[in-house]
């Protein structure tokens, strides 16, 4: 993917990539396209880390990312694109914790992480989220320790 993508119109809404062959890294420079709602590269050969210039997409409600070779830790700047509705960011290569910054996300209806080399225990927070009600997906990670009770809070 060229680093050129950030310099594509900022009123540009969606990003439509999928199944492709697109690689390599996910340019920083996306981040420079703060209208994007939409953002589909998923079915690609992506590479590297899921920059934290991803932060920026503000208005973004919809992060497909899976089905491709992400590698590294979700960055925590994730948290703040609190108009996000769905995210898919399975069958990757991510790892480390599971940013307790998806707390912010308090419209998610749905949440897909399977898939991944993500560990260490899962968040409560996760489960303080009201509107995930459609999907949440962590299989085939390496999580461990007890699931918090707050697992019970997810009553949609």
Do not use: C, Y
Request: proline share 8%; aromatic share 2%; no cysteine.
């Amino acid at each position: 993917m060229p680093a050129s993508v950030g310099n594509l119109s900022k009123h540009l809404k969606t990003l439509g990539l999928a199944n492709n062959r697109v690689s390599g890294p996910i340019p920083p420079g996306i981040g420079n396209l703060v209208a994007l709602q939409r953002l589909r590269l998923q079915s690609n050969r992506l590479s590297g880390a899921i920059p934290e210039a991803i932060g920026n997409l503000r208005n973004l409600s919809g992060l497909w990312l899976q089905d491709n070779k992400l590698a590294g830790p979700l960055p925590s700047s994730i948290g703040n694109l609190t108009q996000l509705l769905v995210v898919d960011l399975s069958s990757n290569r991510l790892n480390g914790s599971i940013p307790r910054t998806l707390a912010n996300l308090q419209l998610l209806t749905s949440l897909n992480l399977s898939g991944n080399a993500l560990a260490g225990p899962v968040p409560s927070e996760i489960f303080s989220l009201p509107s995930l009600s459609l999907a949440l997906d962590l299989s085939g990670n390496q999580l461990d320790g007890p699931l918090p009770s707050d697992v019970s809070s997810l009553v949609n």
